[in-house]
């Protein structure tokens, strides 16, 4: 009899046992996700300014337009992109790269596919001046803000300390404290991680695929990604649509041969929310854009069915959404500079 029941037990042993070394494995190589906000270098956070940075983030007036805001490409009702193949901004233009997410963004090493900007404090002044996104100069913005009395009210109460409260570099850093409490806690893998059993079969050899693969040796830490840089096409270049010829990433940052076609990995935080993928949005699948990472990353040709546990798996990384309230943003007065959408010529050369 006791035979018997030990030769009934054993599987389910085995089992456990191979459970608990899949769990080990994943906490080793990624941390769940802190439920509150990132708390930034030289940026304290205080109410006053974080309600400027929601303001600021939701504000289209830091466009030329007077149409275009943070949130019009990072939009917190869509994963904190665009759905858009490239963005559009400024006359209708298109940019030349897909809007990478602002969720967790506060938690890569540095910001853009590329990094070229080290902080979302530094990150914030881009867009605001890029001809193709919002087409301003800080100049203009600073105008704009000191239009209105109740900004400068609102900048003053932020920044209590500072002479000249209204500025660009302080618009930028009100916009990055606001962005560094967009977190996104509690997805099925996070709860996972803390021990409890929060993935279904499917979703459980989609994470033993991802480790077993691979795939965890770039995309790990706390955001599964965003925390390295590495070539796109490692084993194998991608096709020119989907890794356009033209942009070498890290290498026109860093001017280094060996940094073209290196970009920073994107985080897999909210996968499924953040579509068309790749720096060129060229592929809208998130199969076909895991089959291709097993191909020019790894060398491996997934098969059907991993491809499905892949995505299972890249699934439980949707987390609870950010609640953000839309604000309330002040009249504009008889200074404020009126809606410009002309479209300067580009530059000769
Ligand atoms: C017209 C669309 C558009 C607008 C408007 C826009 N962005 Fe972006 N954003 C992008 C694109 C495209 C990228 C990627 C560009 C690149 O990597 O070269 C990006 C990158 C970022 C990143 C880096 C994320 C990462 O994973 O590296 C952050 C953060 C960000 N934007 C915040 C902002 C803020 C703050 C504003 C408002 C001041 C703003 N964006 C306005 C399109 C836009
Ligand atoms: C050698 C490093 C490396 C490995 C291994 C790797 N990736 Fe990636 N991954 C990257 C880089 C770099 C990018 C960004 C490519 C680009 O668009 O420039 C990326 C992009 C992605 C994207 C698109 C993200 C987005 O926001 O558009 C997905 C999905 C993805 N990887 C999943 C996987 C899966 C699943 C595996 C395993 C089969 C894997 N990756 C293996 C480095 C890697």
Redesign the pocket.
């Given at each position: 009899m006791k035979r018997f029941i030990a030769i009934l037990a054993f599987p389910l042993l085995a089992q456990a046992a191979l459970a608990d070394d899949l769990l080990k494995s994943a906490q080793d190589q990624f941390k769940p996700l802190p439920s509150k906000g990132v708390e930034l270098k030289d940026n304290p956070n205080s109410k006053a300014r974080f309600e400027l940075g929601q303001m600021?983030?939701f504000e289209p007036r830091?466009?030329k337009s007077g149409l275009?805001?943070?949130?019009?490409?990072?939009n917190l009702s869509t994963g904190g992109a665009?759905l858009q193949t490239?963005?559009?901004?400024?006359g209708w233009q298109k940019?030349?790269?897909?809007?990478?997410?602002?969720l967790n963004?506060a938690y890569?090493i540095?910001?853009?596919?590329?990094?070229?900007?080290p902080d979302?404090e530094a990150?914030?002044?881009?867009?605001?001046q890029?001809g193709?996104?919002?087409a301003s100069t800080p100049a203009q913005v600073e105008a704009v803000l000191n239009s209105m009395p109740d900004y400068q009210k609102h900048f003053k109460k932020a920044f209590p300390n500072d002479k000249q409260p209204v500025s660009f570099d302080n618009?930028?850093k009100a916009?990055?404290l606001f962005?560094a409490s967009l977190v996104t806690p509690d997805s099925k893998f996070d709860l996972y991680l803390k021990g409890k059993k929060a993935l279904n079969k499917t979703e459980t050899a989609g994470l033993k695929l991802f480790i077993d693969k691979g795939c965890a040796s770039c995309h790990n830490g706390v955001n599964i990604g965003?925390g390295s840089y590495q070539k796109f096409g490692v084993v194998k270049a991608p096709i020119d649509q989907i890794r356009p010829v033209a942009d070498t990433g890290r290498q026109k940052v860093t001017s280094k041969a060996e940094d073209a076609y290196v970009f920073?990995v994107?985080?897999l935080r909210n996968i499924e929310l953040t579509g068309p993928y790749f720096?060129s949005g060229a592929v809208s699948d998130l199969g076909e854009a895991v089959k291709i990472m097993g191909e020019v990353q790894l060398g491996v040709e997934l098969s059907k069915k991993e491809i499905k546990e892949l995505v299972a798996f890249l699934e439980t990384l949707t987390g609870k959404q950010p609640q953000v309230t839309v604000p309330a943003l002040p009249p504009s007065t008889k200074e404020t500079p009126k809606p410009d959408l002309s479209v300067a010529a580009p530059a000769a050369h």
């Open positions: 600021l983030y830091l466009s275009i805001s943070c949130h019009s490409c990072h665009d490239t963005s559009t901004g400024h940019g030349p790269r897909n809007a990478p997410t602002t963004s890569h540095a910001q853009f596919w590329d990094g070229r900007a979302l990150q914030a002044k881009g867009p605001v890029a193709v996104e919002m618009m930028a916009i990055a962005e965003g920073r994107p985080t720096h």
